[in-house]
């Protein structure tokens, strides 16, 4: 595969007027499922369907950061990585919005990929000694203004950068796929 020079950060538009707002995920039994386990970049297996309940409940979209950044997308969105075949890069998980009647999915990125352009982001902060976490010495503590090089990015379309996986990145062909199929919700920040 070629390499892919222009990268985005897919997050959440949230000028949208009348837009719903997702709590969860949750468990059937209502308690909270472990968030950072949709950051890790590997296949999960799941215990039953996680459940969002919309809070304020309002227009549904094709594509929604839930609670910490849990990317929960529409059906619209599946068929777009299938129809551009890049099911190896991604796990859709079925999910459950309260009060919905269609289908969601929890998008799972499998990709963890060391890109973050250090030097071209606006600030860089590392975890030191001082901060009492010595498992974390070295790695990101903030991020601002996030660029990557490109050329690490290996040609992926679809994943999260290493030490900062609160980020999901796409390709530019994944972004112009989205627009010209309508898909709500999304805010492309190239990267």
Avoid at 32 to 59: A, S
Avoid at 73 to 80: E, L, N, P
Avoid at 125 to 137: L, N, T
Avoid at 158 to 187: C, H, Q, Y
């Amino acid at each position: 595969m070629s390499p892919v020079s222009r990268y985005f950060d897919l997050w959440d538009e949230m000028r949208i007027e009348g837009r719903w707002h997702l709590d969860g995920p949750f468990d059937a039994r209502g308690e909270e499922l472990n968030p950072w386990q949709f950051k890790e970049g590997r296949v999960l297996e799941l215990q039953g369907e996680p459940r969002f309940r919309p809070d304020p409940v309002g227009k549904p979209l094709d594509f929604t950061l839930a609670g910490f950044t849990v990317p929960l997308v529409h059906g619209r969105v599946v068929s777009i990585f299938d129809r551009l075949g890049l099911r190896d890069e991604v796990q859709f998980l079925p999910a459950h919005v309260e009060g919905e009647s269609e289908p969601y999915w929890i998008l799972n990125a499998l990709r963890i990929i060391r890109c973050i352009d250090d030097a071209r982001c606006e600030e860089v902060r590392f975890w030191e000694p001082r901060h009492g976490a010595p498992d974390r010495v070295g790695e990101y503590r903030n991020v601002a203004g996030l660029k990557i090089d490109s050329a690490r990015a290996e040609g992926a379309q679809i994943f999260r950068p290493w030490g900062w996986t609160g980020a999901l990145i796409v390709s530019e062909r994944v972004k112009l796929e989205m627009e010209r199929m309508g898909i709500t919700g999304p805010r492309f920040i190239e990267v």
